[in-house]
């Protein structure tokens, strides 16, 4: 079965410093991995999407996130946060080629301090 | 451009009370998914509605159903419902022969006391 695992449930960064959020996935097919963002009371938004091609994905507010097969990973990066990246980040993998549920991991919280 | 629109925003019932809870997908899209998730917790996938049927569907009782109208838009009923039903109910629209990410809307907040 499709799982999504993201080991870290917070993570507290200083502003101006890099960010690398991790997530793993276990799938039997081809995934198609996401990357969403939530704000308190909000609902989600996408980040950034794989669906093949070139391994390092860029996204939206300067996140990018590489897809390692061999590491069953799809983690997200940022050179340098800003305290508006204060939010949960949610991973999450579906099945190419297939009309299919998006999995989610159960998130991580991001803490920016000043 | 309208996104995905959910009503109301929040909502408190009784246990045992039935509810339904309302989605417009976003413009020019056909998919609509449920999530439920709980607090400090991710979405967990409910079901999914195109041409007005359930394709698919999540580990969740039949006290859950839905329904998808002609324009697309979707319900999301609860029926005899539980303390641990309280949540936020997310709705998320999709064009399925694009395969196009899910676009989220900004949830029901569901309170059962």
């Known amino acids: 079965a499709q799982s999504v695992t993201q080991p870290d449930i917070h993570i507290t960064v200083s502003e101006g410093a890099s960010l690398e959020l991790r997530c793993n996935y276990s799938y039997g097919a081809t995934p198609y991995l996401f990357w969403y963002v939530q704000s308190p009371g909000q609902g989600l938004q996408l980040l950034l999407k794989?669906?093949?091609?070139?391994?390092l994905v860029q996204g939206i507010k300067g996140f990018e996130a590489e897809f390692k097969r061999s590491q069953s990973s799809f983690n997200l990066r940022k050179p340098s946060v800003h305290w508006s990246d204060a939010a949960e980040y949610f991973c999450?993998?579906?099945?190419?080629?297939?009309?299919?549920?998006?999995?989610f991991g159960k998130g991580t919280r991001l803490h920016i301090l000043p | 451009d309208a996104g995905v629109t959910q009503s109301p925003t929040h909502l408190i019932k009784t246990r045992g009370q039935q509810v339904t809870l309302r989605c417009s997908p976003k413009s020019g899209h056909d998919t609509v998914s449920w999530y439920q998730q709980a607090l400090g917790q991710g979405p967990q996938f409910i079901f999914q509605?195109?041409?007005?049927?359930?394709?698919q569907r999540g580990n969740f009782p039949d006290r859950f159903s839905g329904h998808q109208f002609p324009n697309y838009s979707s319900e999301l009923n609860v029926n005899a419902l539980l303390l641990g039903d309280s949540a936020l109910y997310l709705c998320?629209?999709?064009?399925?022969?694009?395969?196009?990410?899910?676009?989220f809307g900004n949830g029901t907040r569901l309170t059962v006391t």
């Open positions: 999450a993998v579906g099945e190419l080629n297939r009309d299919d549920k998006i999995i």
């Open positions: 509605y195109y041409e007005e049927e359930e394709r």
């Open positions: 998320a629209s999709s064009l399925r022969q694009e395969r196009s990410p899910l676009h």
């Open positions: 794989y669906f093949s091609g070139d391994t």
